[in-house]
């Protein structure tokens, strides 16, 4: 039985959020003291013992803003999960895929959900624009 969303049945947005939350004095730290190479800095973290998420800071940027972004899309990381399977539900049964790294800056309203399959050696993505409201919504697979 596949799981209708790639994130283990226990797995909620608030815990997702709370581990965010969990690692922010780590995340300041970092960008605080970070080498901006060629303009930007990344950092990644695990978030509930479920998927990395890549930080991309540019230089000029404000990490607090880097931070708000991320705690709206772990606020809404189950139901983006689950609208992602509705749009690829030609791959769900063929290659079983699940969340491995979740992208988040700054720099596009964008959100990047990539996605591996538990059975063949594939990677996609699958995007995410943002409204003026903070509410994250299927954009198209890349």
């Known amino acids: ?67 708000q972004r991320a705690r709206e899309v772990m606020s809404q990381i189950v139901e983006m999960d689950l609208e992602a399977h509705e749009n690829q539900q030609n791959t769900i049964e063929k290659y079983q895929p699940y969340i491995y790294e979740v992208e988040i800056n700054l720099q596009d309203d964008e959100v990047n959900l990539e996605y591996v399959s538990s059975i063949v050696n594939a990677a996609w993505g699958m995007f995410f624009r943002r409204t003026k409201e903070g509410k994250w919504f299927f954009d198209n697979i890349g």
Do not use: P, W
Request: charged share 20%; net charge negative.
């Open 1 to 67: 039985m596949i799981n209708k969303y790639s994130l283990s049945k226990n797995v909620t947005s608030i815990q997702c959020l709370d581990s965010l939350n969990l690692q922010e004095n780590m995340i300041i730290r970092y960008f605080n003291s970070a080498l901006f190479d060629k303009g930007a800095a990344e950092l990644n973290i695990i978030i509930a013992n479920e998927f990395d998420v890549r930080l991309t800071l540019n230089e000029g940027e404000h990490t607090s803003d880097l931070l």
